[in-house]
């Protein structure tokens, strides 16, 4: 499975962003993940899908602002981010992981693959 995350860009405090993430292979089977990482920092977990969209895990920091979805026939994930906020500025990774449910993506912040990355970059 390859990734390829797209969508990020240069937004004001506030602001909104739709983040994709295509996938190269079939990933029906796969729970499907954002991660981010800022200047400095570890990455960290943001957000969770499970195989078919109906279990979903949100950061505290982002729970009630972002969205994550998926089209298995389109092999793509989406992350819809809104009320952005400058210290959200960081590049953004999408992933998939075989545990299809999800839990070792948000409890370990692991993934078997890894897309290269969107910088996003939020303006104050």
């Known amino acids: 499975v390859q990734l390829q995350a797209s969508g990020g860009g240069l937004v004001q405090a506030g602001g909104s962003l739709r983040l994709s993430c295509a996938a190269s292979?079939?990933?029906?089977?796969?729970?499907m993940g954002w991660f981010r990482q800022a200047p400095g920092k570890e990455r960290e977990f943001v957000a969770a899908?499970?195989?078919?969209?109906?279990?979903?895990y949100y950061s505290d920091s982002v729970k009630g602002r972002f969205t994550i979805s998926r089209d298995n026939a389109k092999n793509t994930a989406y992350l819809e981010m809104n009320s952005l906020k400058p210290e959200e500025t960081a590049v953004y990774y999408c992933?998939?992981?075989?545990?299809?449910?999800?839990?070792?993506?948000?409890?370990?912040?692991?993934?078997?693959?890894w897309g290269q990355g969107t910088q996003v970059t939020v303006s104050s």
């Open positions: 992933a998939a992981d075989g545990d299809g449910l999800g839990q070792s993506m948000r409890r370990f912040a692991r993934a078997d693959y």
């Open positions: 292979g079939r990933i029906r089977t796969y729970a």
């Open positions: 899908i499970n195989w078919s969209g109906g279990l979903k």
